[in-house]
């Protein structure tokens, strides 16, 4: 009976460890074999993010893949906020373009110029996700490093491009760094060979894909790249009005929505924060929607980092001197390199010089530096003296005039996860 028993146990422990043989060998072979598609079908090293779904994507979050299958095209421009002329301009891109993809019409090439941080990439991406075509993002700066490699990585792009059922926006980032003149401009041999694989492969309007191109700098690209471009939108720096919709969307999702949702540790002193906002865009003159989404994310941090975790207007205020503080460092900084100046007397100039940047320096309004500097100057003499957060707190909490029946403009429900930094 001894024998039997462990000859049976000897069978058993085969049988068990066949078994772990078998499913980690099984397991091993779906992983070689997925990386062996994703080599033939996989994303092109040069496309830094997509929409398609790849294979090991598939494979690795099928939950996520199913639930971004299923979605339904989202309004083009929530959370975006332009001016109304140039709202209009892009809608009808946007509209146009989702046409295009449902008739099988050629796609136009459109070049989006502007000042750092006004929202390029971000509409960029919503026009994709509205028009239900899948959207590949493509660093210019990715391809100079390539060397040689850049011709085959380029016409790979493409070749993958073609594959897409949906119909590819093609969105180049940054495009100056790769577009430049091949005449005038020194450029690598590597680099103009890429260049002209990159135009061989744009010369004709296409119902594959659709190129976006977006620069801070567009007067540095080649002639045939201007060639191919059908449609030039401008995103210049928000005005007043922007600035305020850009502040309360901010300030809704970074401040308002977390402070309301219950579960999160920051609370809200009260004060009035429709009057706080308008104050605040005031403020704020010649802040990109970049600076303004980084302002909500330094009250927010704020909050957190405050030993009761109540934001008051008095560290509101504190932040919007800081980020004030560092826009007119900024500022100084492109003076510096570039020559602009902004005081009102060289205001012509400066938009000049903002033009050939690849940007207008706002003419309406008179220019940001002075005008915010000097209440600023006088509520703080040393540049560099900061205000402690939390100050005059207790004063600015006896105000309670709630938030009631605002006009809200924005209120964008699907931003980044709370805590985190715009995307
Ligand atoms: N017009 C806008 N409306 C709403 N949010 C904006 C706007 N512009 C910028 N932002 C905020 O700033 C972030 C950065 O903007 P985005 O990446 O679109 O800038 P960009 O124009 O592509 O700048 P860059 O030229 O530096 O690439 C966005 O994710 C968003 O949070
Ligand atoms: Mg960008």
Request: aromatic share 6%.
């Given at each position: ?72 095209p ?10 109304p ?82 119909g ?26 890429t ?35 059908d ?34 540790r920051?609370?809200?002193?009260q ?27 330094a ?6 980092s ?29 003076q ?9 007397s ?16 706002p ?47 924005t ?13």
């Amino acid at each position: 009976p001894d024998a039997a028993s462990a000859s049976c146990c000897w069978i058993g422990v085969a049988g068990l460890t066949l078994l772990a043989v078998g499913v980690y060998s099984a397991r091993n072979a779906t992983g070689v074999a997925a990386r062996y598609i994703e080599a033939r079908l996989g994303k092109p090293s040069l496309v830094r993010e997509t929409s398609r779904i790849t294979v090991t994507e598939a494979i690795k979050h099928p939950i996520k893949m199913t639930r971004r299958l299923m979605s339904k095209p989202q309004d083009a421009l929530e959370g975006v906020v332009l001016s109304p002329s140039l709202e209009e301009r892009v809608r009808d891109i946007a509209i146009a373009t989702r046409n295009t993809r449902q008739n099988r019409g050629l796609y136009r090439n459109i070049l989006m110029y502007g000042p750092p941080g006004t929202g390029k990439t971000l509409f960029a991406k919503k026009l994709a996700v509205h028009s239900g075509m899948d959207y590949a993002i493509m660093t210019g700066g990715d391809v100079a490093p390539m060397g040689r490699d850049g011709v085959t990585a380029m016409h790979k792009v493409f070749d993958w491009a073609g594959t897409s059922r949906r119909g590819l926006l093609l969105f180049v980032d940054e495009a100056d760094a790769f577009l430049r003149k091949r005449a005038t401009e020194k450029i690598s041999e590597d680099l103009r060979a890429t260049l002209n694989a990159f135009l061989y492969r744009t010369g004709e309007q296409s119902n594959k894909f659709m190129l976006v191109l977006a620069s801070n700098q567009p007067e540095q690209f080649d002639w045939a790249i201007n060639d191919r471009i059908d449609e030039i939108v401008n995103f210049a720096l928000p005005g007043p009005e922007e600035r305020e919709r850009l502040v309360r969307l901010y300030f809704d999702r970074y401040v308002l929505e977390p402070a309301t949702g219950g579960r999160q540790r920051l609370k809200l002193a009260q004060f009035d924060y429709g009057k706080k906002c308008s104050e605040i865009a005031k403020r704020t003159e010649g802040m990109s929607g970049r600076e303004i989404s980084k302002l909500g994310v330094a009250w927010q941090a704020a909050a957190y980092s405050s030993e009761d975790g109540v934001l008051t207007e008095a560290m509101i205020d504190a932040r919007v001197d800081d980020a004030v503080r560092q826009h007119m460092q900024k500022m100084d900084w492109l003076q510096d390199t570039e020559g602009i100046t902004m005081s009102p007397s060289h205001q012509g100039a400066a938009a000049g010089k903002g033009a050939k940047m690849g940007f207008i320096v706002p003419q309406d309004a008179p220019p940001p530096a002075l005008e915010v500097l000097s209440p600023l100057q006088e509520r703080c003499p040393a540049p560099d003296s900061t205000i402690a957060p939390g100050e005059g707190g207790s004063a600015a909490e006896k105000e309670t005039v709630p938030f009631a029946g605002e006009d809200q403009q924005t209120g964008e429900k699907d931003g980044p996860p709370r805590g985190g930094t715009p995307v």
